[in-house]
């Protein structure tokens, strides 16, 4: 059975194609490289010692992804190809909506078109609004802040819509909390570009000596500690809640948003000395002002994933924090760095 996997150079696609070549699916790769590196998946290869189909093609370029469909066999999609940095989305509005909702406009339309009706969509937990509080259940009130957000927020009504107007479509929305850690071989992980937004990335690049010390965004929340509460999950425990979508979309029709996450939060120097702990590393921080948009408390119920999909998250902060770890010591530079460690005993 073959997978379409779009972003699959990226981050949580990497991984995810690595647990489904795994399992033994066959797994198409469409991706432009605009945010990744072809290296991942050359390792991904080697990890697995089974093949990817790579084609580097851009969503938006219909021609060439018709192509990709005409050539495989495509039993279902993985749809994770998408800019998503908050920040950027502020600046540059028109090119998200652009990437991401054509994209996927243009992808579904390919889809209906060579009669491929089953996806997963790479959804976040930033499409709910930032007023609720507490455990966030899928019915909790929606309400994204930022571009990004709302690209997802949209994407998600759209699939909503084509599955009203034709049920055969079978659709899994994955609303994924914090992403972090890395594969256990250390061979891929995180790879951002440039200086991180995200808490790991920049914790990590501490301890390795490539910044100086982390800002922590302030320290006058009402936690227990003073900083923000997130809830973290290790990437291979999500790729792995794809695993599971696909199971479901290829015996079920309809549309179900799943939350993606531990349903336990951590809070910003929680995993600063949890880090510190794994790594033995000190990690300098300075106490600056909340980043806007920043909410207190961010964390899941992901009850119905477990009640529906079968799926719980497994690894815990310590696991998340020796892997990241791992992945950044033997690849400071990320995929820039031309040599591929393998360490014994960490294969797939
Ligand atoms: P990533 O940037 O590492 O991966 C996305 C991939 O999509 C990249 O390889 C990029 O090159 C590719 N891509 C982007 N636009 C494309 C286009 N038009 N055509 C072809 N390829 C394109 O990001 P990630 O962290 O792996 O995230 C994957 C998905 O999960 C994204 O949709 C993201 O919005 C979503 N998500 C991520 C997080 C997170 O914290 N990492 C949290 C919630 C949701
Ligand atoms: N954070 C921080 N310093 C950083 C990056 C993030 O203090 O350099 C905090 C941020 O305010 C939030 C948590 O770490 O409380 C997680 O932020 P991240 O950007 O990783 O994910 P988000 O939940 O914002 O998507």
Same mark, same amino acid.
């Given at each position: 059975m073959a997978i379409l996997i779009t972003g699959g150079a990226g981050y949580i696609g990497s991984h995810t194609c690595l647990e489904l070549l795994n399992i033994g699916y066959e797994v198409v790769v469409v991706d432009n490289l605009s945010n990744s590196n072809k290296e991942s998946l050359d390792r991904v290869d080697k990890i697995t010692g089974k093949h990817i189909q790579f084609y580097n093609i851009d969503l938006l370029d219909r021609e060439n992804l018709e192509a990709v469909f005409m050539e495989n066999k495509i039993d279902a999609v993985i749809h994770f190809a998408g800019f998503k940095a908050v920040g950027e989305s502020v600046e540059l509005p028109l090119s998200y909506y652009q990437n991401n909702i054509t994209g996927t406009i243009i992808l579904c339309q390919v889809m209906q078109k060579y009669n491929v009706k089953k996806m997963v969509f790479s959804s976040?937990?930033?499409?709910?609004? +930032? $007023?609720t509080s507490g455990a966030i259940s899928e019915d909790s009130p929606l309400g994204a802040t930022n571009p990004y957000g709302r690209t997802k927020l949209m994407i998600e009504e759209i699939l909503r819509d084509l599955y009203v107007s034709d049920n055969s479509w079978s659709i899994s929305l994955l609303r994924y909390f914090n992403p972090v850690g890395s594969h256990i071989s250390g061979r891929i992980g995180e790879d951002p570009n440039g200086?991180?937004?995200?808490l790991t990335p920049y914790i990590t690049q501490v301890a390795v000596g490539k910044l100086n010390q982390l800002r922590i965004?302030?320290?006058?929340? +009402? $936690?227990s500690d003073g900083t923000g509460v997130r809830d973290y999950i290790h990437v291979v425990d999500l790729a792995k809640g794809h695993l599971k979508a696909i199971d479901k979309v290829m015996i079920v029709t309809g549309v179900e948003a799943y939350n993606l996450g531990t349903g336990k939060g951590y809070s910003v120097l929680e995993m600063v000395h949890a880090f510190e702990q794994t790594s033995g590393k000190s990690i300098p921080y300075i106490i600056v002002d909340r980043r806007p948009g920043d909410v207190a408390v961010c964390y899941a119920d992901s009850s119905k994933a477990k009640r529906e999909l079968g799926w719980v998250a497994e690894r815990g902060i310590e696991e998340m924090c020796a892997d990241a770890w791992r992945w950044q010591l033997n690849n400071p530079n990320g995929y820039h760095d031309v040599e591929d460690k393998v360490i014994i005993g960490q294969g797939s």
């Amino acid at each position: 059975m073959a997978i379409l996997i779009t972003g699959g150079a990226g981050y949580i696609g990497s991984h995810t194609c690595l647990e489904l070549l795994n399992i033994g699916y066959e797994v198409v790769v469409v991706d432009n490289l605009s945010n990744s590196n072809k290296e991942s998946l050359d390792r991904v290869d080697k990890i697995t010692g089974k093949h990817i189909q790579f084609y580097n093609i851009d969503l938006l370029d219909r021609e060439n992804l018709e192509a990709v469909f005409m050539e495989n066999k495509i039993d279902a999609v993985i749809h994770f190809a998408g800019f998503k940095a908050v920040g950027e989305s502020v600046e540059l509005p028109l090119s998200y909506y652009q990437n991401n909702i054509t994209g996927t406009i243009i992808l579904c339309q390919v889809m209906q078109k060579y009669n491929v009706k089953k996806m997963v969509f790479s959804s976040s937990a930033t499409v709910y609004s +930032p $007023t609720t509080s507490g455990a966030i259940s899928e019915d909790s009130p929606l309400g994204a802040t930022n571009p990004y957000g709302r690209t997802k927020l949209m994407i998600e009504e759209i699939l909503r819509d084509l599955y009203v107007s034709d049920n055969s479509w079978s659709i899994s929305l994955l609303r994924y909390f914090n992403p972090v850690g890395s594969h256990i071989s250390g061979r891929i992980g995180e790879d951002p570009n440039g200086i991180p937004n995200n808490l790991t990335p920049y914790i990590t690049q501490v301890a390795v000596g490539k910044l100086n010390q982390l800002r922590i965004f302030g320290d006058d929340y +009402p $936690t227990s500690d003073g900083t923000g509460v997130r809830d973290y999950i290790h990437v291979v425990d999500l790729a792995k809640g794809h695993l599971k979508a696909i199971d479901k979309v290829m015996i079920v029709t309809g549309v179900e948003a799943y939350n993606l996450g531990t349903g336990k939060g951590y809070s910003v120097l929680e995993m600063v000395h949890a880090f510190e702990q794994t790594s033995g590393k000190s990690i300098p921080y300075i106490i600056v002002d909340r980043r806007p948009g920043d909410v207190a408390v961010c964390y899941a119920d992901s009850s119905k994933a477990k009640r529906e999909l079968g799926w719980v998250a497994e690894r815990g902060i310590e696991e998340m924090c020796a892997d990241a770890w791992r992945w950044q010591l033997n690849n400071p530079n990320g995929y820039h760095d031309v040599e591929d460690k393998v360490i014994i005993g960490q294969g797939s």
